[in-house]
């Protein structure tokens, strides 16, 4: 338990959409805690649900198609039921998100100068023109872009996809909030911008003593940066972990499925990837029971339970490890030592 200050409560968050087709059950029943100066981070396949949450967390989601209920608490705020004011006060001051296209993200009729100004403005109509104009250069010689002072009256296409991103960052980050949440901010970066770009986060993390949310697909980057981790599958937490515990003992076979597709020079040796078999499931028309048991290898362990009964996120294996699965703990053990590292 972090002797930190909690700057983000989640309880029981769903989130669904209304489409021609159905209802899409994107988010189901997600709670944790996010304290200050923490790094915790949503890991899964495309369609787990990570990018819902992450737009619920700021109330972003389309407000005709989507239904949230829960609680998701910012600064004392329930963001789910606050006045649209409310949000918008909290939006940049509080919470502030960094998106993971940063050439969708800028506008490209807008200078980057003007995009940051604008955001800093939102929330200090007060400040002169010359303060604004300090604040710009401050924070993109805070993010690493080069003179500053010329490149503020530039537009996004004369940045680099990694620059772009660094402006993303300052625009993020100009109003000092407590918590960021970064939605695959590296994922469009080759490897050694990739790694500039969460050099530069955990920077200002330290230096500004926020909270990150980091949601991605990638396992490397959830162990270099996270110090919590949450795995998700069709719209559910399977897998809540610290993050050596993960990878010294996953406890859900789809984390195992995850880590066994990750490359090393183990893999290299071989010559190739195990995978996980099938494709993730309709969010239409998710599958009874756990959701997962169409592509797990263990499920018929279990008898019919995978197949009937939804299981619970409980404590197993690790301390700090829970784990949706029904396979008993000593099961889950055996096999977990096995992948981990």
């Not at 994107?26 to 992450?54: C, M, Q």
């Not at 010689?141 to 990694?162: C, L, M, W």
Request: hydrophobic fraction near 40%; aromatic fraction near 4%; glycine fraction near 8%.
């Amino acid at each position: 338990m972090s002797s930190q200050k909690p700057v983000l409560i989640v309880e029981n968050l769903s989130v669904s959409f209304a489409t021609p087709d159905g209802i899409v059950h994107a988010v189901n029943d997600l709670s944790f805690v996010l304290h200050e100066g923490e790094t915790l981070g949503i890991v899964g396949e495309s369609g787990s649900g990570k990018s819902v949450t992450a737009a619920s967390l700021m109330r972003l989601n389309n407000s005709v198609t989507a239904t949230s209920t829960g609680r998701v608490v910012v600064a004392g705020v329930d963001v789910l039921s606050a006045s649209e004011a409310d949000v918008r006060r909290l939006r940049g001051s509080e919470i502030a998100m960094v998106f993971q296209d940063p050439m969708s993200a800028l506008n490209p009729y807008y200078t980057v100068g003007y995009q940051i100004a604008e955001a800093y403005e939102v929330h200090h109509p007060e400040a002169s023109k010359a303060q604004v104009n300090a604040k710009v250069l401050e924070m993109m010689t805070k993010v690493g872009i080069p003179n500053p002072a010329q490149r503020a009256d530039e537009y996004p296409h004369q940045f680099s996809g990694g620059m772009r991103q660094r402006i993303v960052i300052a625009i993020a980050l100009v109003n000092d909030p407590k918590i960021l949440i970064a939605d695959e901010p590296t994922t469009a970066l080759d490897v050694t911008v990739q790694a500039q770009i969460l050099d530069l986060m955990l920077a200002l993390q330290v230096e500004n003593g926020m909270a990150i949310l980091l949601i991605t697909h990638d396992l490397g980057v959830i162990a270099e940066v996270a110090r919590d981790v949450l795995v998700m599958y069709a719209g559910r937490v399977v897998e809540k972990a610290d993050v050596e515990d993960l990878f010294e003992i996953p406890t859900h076979p789809y984390s195992w499925g995850l880590l066994g597709a990750v490359a090393s020079l183990e893999v290299s040796s071989r010559g190739h990837l195990r995978t996980i078999e099938g494709t993730p499931p309709s969010l239409l028309n998710l599958p009874s029971g756990c959701a997962f048991h169409p592509r797990c290898s263990f499920a018929s362990e279990n008898g019919s339970r995978c197949t009937t009964e939804t299981p619970l996120l409980v404590q197993k294996g690790p301390k700090h490890s829970f784990s949706a699965c029904h396979l008993p703990v000593e099961r889950i053990v055996e096999i977990g030592q096995k992948v981990g590292n």
